[in-house]
C-alpha cells in the first residue's frame, strides 16, 4: 500500500469520526466532566473506529486505482465529494462552538451530502479535467489532515487511560439504618431553565400550569432573585458552597476547579450544603442531571444519582460496560440510522434522561431514611419534549410544552411527598438555577414562532424561588431584590433547625440579618 | 528565496493575529466555547504542515528553480 493513500485513509478516517472525537478535546474538559470516567472502553471503540475506517478507505482507494478509467472518475468524484461535504459541517459545528452565530446552520449542511454526492458525478461527467483537480486537490488536503493524527490519537489513549480521582456513584439502596430522630425533612427540587416571569407573571396564551399556582398560594415566594450566574454548572456548585463561581475546568481525571476572584480553587465537597447536613445527622440524598454530582459530592452524601452528558456512539449503544470491540460497533448502527433517517435525538436522549431522573426521584422521596433531598430536574430546558395538549412525552415541541411538563412533574412529586411517611414535615423547596435564556435558544433551529411571542425576544432573568412549610396554607409574596445566593442561607438555616417555618424564613428575609441583607 | 520568507513572515503574522483574537473572545451567552480557537489553530497548522510534507517534492523543485535563477552567471554583454 502507498504511504500516500495511507495518508488519504488515516485522513479521511478522521474527518468522517470528527464529532465522535471532538468532545475529548475541550480545552477545559467540559464534555468529559460532564460525562464521567472512566472512558477506556469508550475511546477504545473509537481508537478501533478510526483504525477501521482508515483502514477501510486506503483499501477502496487502491482497489479504485485499478479500475477502468472512466469508473475511477466517478467514483474519486463521490470521494472528494463526500470529503468536501464533511469539511463543510466539520467547520460549522467548530464556527457554532466558536459562538459565531450559526447555531440555526449548525446541522443544517448534515443532510446536503445526497446534494454534493449528486454533484460530484455532474460534474464528473460536465467538465473532466476540473473535476479531475479538484479531486486532486482534495485528495492533497485529506492526506494532509492526516498529520493532525499525530496529536489526535496520543491525546485519545491518554484519556483511555484517565481514572476518576474519586470512586463514582454511590449506589442507591444501600442506606445505613436512619440514625436520626423523626424531625424536619428537607426536599429541594430544582427545575433547570424555569423562568419565574414565564411561570407566574407573563404566562403564554393557552398555557395552564395549576400545581406551581396551587403550591405559590400556600408558599413563601420571591418575585425578584436575582440570579447568579448564567449556566448550570456554575450556579449550582456555587449555591452548594456559598460562593459565586464564573468559570470552571475539570482535569482528565475529573477534579474540579472554580474561577474565583481570579484563581482556580478546587472544588471541596466538606464545604457544600451536604456536608453541613452530614455533619448535623441529617441523611442527605442526591438524583441529578448534567453536572456529576456523584462524582463530586461523594463523600458526603449517603446516596447519589444523576444523568450523565452522553458521548457521540452511547445512543447508539456504545457503553463503558461493554467491550472495546463492541463499542466500535456502534458506529455502524449509527451510520445506518443517518442513511434511513432515523437518527436519535438529543430530544429522546432528554426523554430518557426526564423518565429516569422521575423514576428515582420518587423513589428517593419515598425513602424516609434521606432527611436531605436534593432533586434536580431536566426540565423546562430545551429540547421540547412533551405533547401538552395530551400531556405525553414525546421527542419534539418547545419551552411552553416543557413548562406545563414541569406543572405536571411537580404534581407527581407533590403527590408522593404527600404520600410519604414525613409528609407533615416536609419542607419543600422549588427553585430554577436561572431562567429562560432566549439568547442562547432563539439562535437555533428549532426556535418556533410561539415562543418567539411568548418571550417578546427578550431576557427576563429572574429565577422561581418558592419555599413551602409543613401546615402552611396562605402565601408570602417578597417583590424585593435578593440574591439567588439566599437559598443557601434558607438551606443552611434549616439544617441548623433555626429555620422551621414561614415565620422564621420571614424573620430572615424581611428583617435580613447582616449576612442578608449584603446579598440583596 | 526571498519571496518564500516574505511568505513564511506573512503567514506567521496571520497565525499570531489568530490567536491574539482567539485569546481576546469574550463571554457570550451560549453553549460554547471560544478555547476550541486553540484545537482549531492545531488542526491548521497541523494540516498546513501536511501540505508541505505532501507537495515537499514540488517545493524542492520550486527551490531549485528560485536558486538557480539567482546563481546563474550573469550575462555577458
Known amino acids: 500500500m502507498r504511504a500516500r493513500t495511507l495518508l488519504e485513509g488515516v485522513g479521511a478516517s478522521l474527518l468522517l469520526l470528527f464529532s465522535h472525537y471532538l468532545p475529548f478535546f475541550h480545552p477545559r474538559n467540559h464534555d468529559l466532566f460532564h460525562h464521567g470516567l472512566p472512558v477506556t472502553h469508550l475511546v477504545g471503540g473509537l481508537l478501533i473506529d478510526l483504525l477501521g475506517v482508515a483502514l477501510l478507505v486506503s483499501a477502496a482507494l487502491m482497489a479504485v486505482d485499478h479500475l477502468p478509467a472512466n469508473v475511477r472518475k466517478y467514483l474519486l468524484a463521490l470521494f472528494a465529494a463526500l470529503m468536501i461535504w464533511k469539511s463543510i459541517a466539520v467547520s460549522f459545528t467548530l464556527l457554532f462552538r466558536l459562538r459565531l452565530g450559526v447555531g440555526r446552520y449548525e446541522h443544517f449542511w448534515d443532510h446536503w451530502v445526497v446534494y454534493l454526492l449528486v454533484l460530484g458525478c455532474v460534474t464528473a461527467y460536465l467538465w473532466p479535467r476540473f473535476t479531475d483537480r479538484a479531486v486532486r486537490a482534495t485528495r492533497i488536503l485529506v492526506a494532509a489532515f492526516a498529520f493532525s493524527g499525530l496529536w489526535i490519537v496520543p491525546w485519545l489513549v491518554v484519556i483511555a487511560a484517565s481514572r476518576p480521582y474519586v470512586s463514582p456513584a454511590l449506589a442507591e439502596g444501600n442506606l445505613p439504618p436512619a440514625s436520626y430522630s423523626p424531625g424536619p425533612r428537607v426536599i429541594w427540587v430544582l427545575f433547570d431553565e424555569l423562568s419565574y416571569d414565564q411561570t407566574f407573571e407573563h404566562r403564554a396564551p393557552g398555557i395552564d400550569l395549576p400545581n406551581f399556582d396551587r403550591l405559590r398560594s400556600m408558599s413563601v415566594s420571591f418575585s425578584h432573585v436575582r440570579p447568579i450566574g448564567y449556566y448550570t454548572d456554575r450556579i449550582i456548585p456555587s449555591l452548594f458552597m456559598d460562593k459565586t463561581f464564573t468559570e470552571f475546568r475539570s482535569t482528565i481525571s475529573g477534579e474540579l476547579y472554580f474561577g474565583e476572584n481570579g484563581k482556580w480553587v478546587r472544588f471541596d465537597p466538606n464545604t457544600t450544603l451536604f456536608a453541613v447536613a452530614k455533619k448535623n445527622g441529617w441523611n442527605p440524598g442526591v438524583d441529578g442531571w448534567y453536572n456529576p454530582m456523584c462524582n463530586i459530592l461523594a463523600p458526603v452524601v449517603i446516596t447519589c444519582s444523576w444523568s450523565p452528558d452522553v458521548l457521540p456512539g452511547e445512543e447508539y449503544g456504545a457503553s463503558e460496560d461493554r467491550s472495546a470491540l463492541t463499542n466500535s460497533t456502534a458506529v455502524v448502527r449509527e451510520a445506518a440510522d443517518f442513511a434511513t433517517g432515523r437518527e436519535i435525538t438529543p430530544a429522546d436522549t432528554h426523554v430518557r434522561d426526564y423518565r429516569e431522573i422521575m423514576a428515582r426521584a420518587k423513589a428517593l422521596i419515598g425513602n424516609d431514611r434521606l432527611h436531605f433531598l436534593y432533586l434536580h430536574l431536566p426540565i423546562p430546558h430545551p429540547p421540547g419534549i412533551y405533547d401538552r395538549g395530551r400531556h405525553e412525552l414525546q421527542s419534539h415541541g418547545n419551552y411552553l410544552d416543557n413548562l406545563v411538563l414541569s406543572d405536571d412533574a411537580l404534581s407527581e412529586l407533590m403527590s408522593e411527598i404527600k404520600a410519604s411517611p414525613a409528609a407533615d414535615r416536609t419542607i419543600l423547596i422549588v427553585t430554577s438555577d436561572h431562567s429562560w435564556r432566549t439568547a442562547i435558544y432563539r439562535d437555533r433551529a428549532d426556535w418556533t414562532a410561539e415562543e418567539e411571542r411568548a418571550s417578546g425576544g427578550k431576557f427576563d432573568d429572574r429565577p422561581v424561588l418558592l419555599v413551602h412549610f409543613p401546615d402552611q396554607f396562605k402565601s408570602e409574596d417578597y417583590s424585593a431584590p435578593i440574591s439567588e445566593m439566599v437559598e443557601y442561607d434558607f438551606i443552611v438555616g434549616m439544617l441548623d433547625r433555626q429555620i422551621q417555618s414561614e415565620h422564621d424564613l420571614e424573620s430572615l428575609a424581611v428583617k435580613a440579618p447582616a449576612g442578608l441583607q449584603a446579598r440583596r | ?77
Open chain 2, 1 to 77: 528565496m526571498i519571496k518564500t520568507l516574505r511568505v513564511v513572515d506573512y503567514l506567521l503574522t496571520c497565525l499570531l493575529l489568530l490567536t491574539v483574537v482567539s485569546a481576546l473572545a469574550k463571554p457570550a451567552y451560549a453553549y460554547a466555547d471560544p478555547g476550541s480557537g486553540l484545537f482549531i489553530v492545531q488542526v491548521l497548522t497541523t494540516t498546513f504542515a501536511g501540505v508541505l510534507f505532501i507537495v515537499r517534492r514540488r517545493l524542492r523543485r520550486l527551490r531549485e528553480l528560485i536558486t538557480g535563477a539567482y546563481s546563474k552567471p550573469p550575462r555577458k554583454d
